[in-house]
C-alpha cells in the first residue's frame, strides 16, 4: 500500500472533508441522529410506502437480506452502524423531517466554520465526502447553530462512488470533478479511509479531536482541529486576511 508522500511545499487546491469526527463531533451522530432514526424508520416505511425513493430503498433491502422484513433488517444495519445505501437513505429521509421541524439542529466544532468561511473566501475548493447519504449531509450542514454553511462546498459525494476505506473512491471522486490528486487533501478522523485516499496518491491528515478520542495515527500527518490542519499544509498564508476577520482559524 502506498501512504502518505512527503509533505509538499505547494498548498493543496482542494479540501475534502469527512464530516463525522472531523467537523462534527461523534457524539451528535450517535445520541441524537441515530436514536432518532431509530425511532422514525418503522413510521416513514409505513407512511410514505408510495414514495419512489422510499420503494428503492425496500426493494434494496430485499436484494440484500432477502426474506428480512425491512424494519428488522434496518434495525440489525443500525446496530452493528453499517455502511449501506438503502439504510442511509432511509436515515436521511427522517432526519429531514427532523431538521425542517426544527428537532435537529446540528453543533459543528468551533474551529470549523471560522476555517471554511476562510478557506472558501480565498478561493479553495471544499467539497464533502461522507458515508451518509448527500441530503443527509446537506442537512447537517444547511441546519447548524451556525446558521446554513451548505454555499461553502461545491461537491458533496456519499456511497454512489464507493466506501470510504476503498481507494477506487477516490480515483471515481477525481475522474468526476477533473482534480488532480495531489492538489487535493483528504481530512478524516478515520486512519483506513486515510490510506485509502493515501492509496489514490491525494495528501491526507488526520483530525484527531480530543472531544472524540482518537487515536492518532502512525502513518499520516496529524492535526488536532481543521485549524492545525490550514496552517500545517501551507494555507494559513493563503486564508490570513480572511482568518484574522473569522477566528479561531
Known sequence: MT????????????VLLDIEGTTLPVSFVHNVLFPYARQHLAALLADRATDPVVMRAVAQIGELAP???????????????????????????????????????????????????????????????????????????????????TPLFSAFFDLRVG??????????????????????????????????????GLRVCQIARVEDATVASQRHPVCADIAQAVERFGLSGTVQGEAERALPC
Not at 501512504?3 to 482542494?14: D, F, I, K
Not at 476505506?165 to 475522474?175: G, P, V
Not at 487533501?185 to 483506513?192: M, Q
Open 163 to 200: 466506501g470510504k476505506k476503498e481507494a477506487q473512491s477516490y480515483r471515481n471522486i477525481l475522474a468526476e470533478t477533473g482534480w488532480q490528486a495531489a492538489d487535493v487533501l483528504f481530512l478524516s478522523d478515520v486512519e483506513a479511509e486515510l490510506d485509502a485516499a493515501s492509496e489514490a
Open 67 to 149: 426474506g428480512v422484513p425491512p424494519a428488522e433488517q434496518l434495525s440489525r444495519w443500525m446496530n452493528e452502524d453499517a455502511k449501506v445505501e438503502p439504510l442511509k437513505t432511509l436515515q436521511g429521509l427522517c432526519w429531514d423531517g427532523g431538521y425542517r421541524q426544527g428537532e435537529l439542529v446540528a453543533d459543528l466544532y468551533s474551529d470549523v466554520v471560522p476555517c471554511l468561511r476562510a478557506l472558501h473566501a480565498a478561493g479553495v475548493v471544499l467539497a464533502v465526502y461522507s458515508s451518509g447519504s448527500e441530503p443527509a449531509q446537506r442537512l447537517i450542514y444547511g441546519y447548524t447553530e451556525q446558521g446554513d454553511v
Open 3 to 14: 501512504l502518505q508522500a512527503p509533505e509538499q511545499t505547494v498548498p493543496p487546491r482542494v
